[in-house]
């Protein structure tokens, strides 16, 4: 017998199913991710077509049967209808979402991961911080939230854990600056950079977009984390690229 539950969560990517279908997967506190079926939910007039849109957060009750979800309900807390209107800042939050999307697990406490997309999508309303440097603390954090990302707070040669001025990917991780002479892959950033990536691994989410960068800071920052996600993410999130065709 199919059983109903209640989850809050987040809808991260959404798909016509046929003409008046929709699939929806929604990435939850309780359970994981979840792939759903919305019911009519294209039909006009259907009182699931706003509540199924991609970004919307809330709590949905659904139907689980041994072989699939279907969404029969929805208490919508936040549409984030101003990123919607924003085109630089869809085409980032589209990105957050897979990102998210593809680090989840069905039945796997994903709690974090979903405080970190929320807290990113408020950040992206924010006029006072780059949408740049949100992507770039939002990737990193996601790194450290997966249990993969690089050691920031010691050098990867000697071990001491003070001149560190360079970041090796190779070395996954920092370099003093003595160990650094005759390494062909450091990125040599200065010690606000280093301050930076330190204050991003280790930040509670409430807190961690409460700053902002200068230039020199956020293109050192663009380059670290760039080099981190080629590393230890596994796949090329197709948002990415159409981001960074359009935004660059």
Known sequence: MPDQITAMGMIVSGAPINENDKRVVILTREFG???????????????????CSTFVFGTFSLIRSRNAYTLVNAEIKNYFREIVEDMDATYMAYYFAE????????????????????????????????????????????????????????CRSCGKEDDLS????????????????GKPDIISICPSTLYTLQYIVCT??????SFTVTDEVLNELRMVVARCMHTYLDCKMKSLEVLEEIIG
């Not at 979840?34 to 009182?47: D, E, L, Q, T, W």
């Not at 509670?204 to 977009?209: C, N, V």
Request: hydrophobic letters at 40%; charged letters at 20%; glycine letters at 6%.
């Open 204 to 209: 509670e989410i409430g807190k961690l977009y």
């Open 33 to 51: 991710k979840i792939s759903a079926f919305v019911r009519g939910a294209r039909r006009p007039g259907n009182h699931l077509m706003a509540a």
């Open 166 to 181: 360079g970041f090796s990917v190779t070395l996954d991780g920092m370099v003093c600056t003595a160990c650094s002479a």
């Open 99 to 154: 990102l998210a999307e593809h680090y989840a697990v069905e039945n796997q406490d994903c709690s974090v991961t979903l405080n970190l997309l929320y807290a990113s999508f408020k950040a992206l309303l924010n006029p006072q911080i780059s949408n740049n440097l949100v992507r770039y603390i939002y990737e990193l954090k996601t790194l450290v939230i997966n249990g993969e990302y690089p050691d920031f707070f010691r």
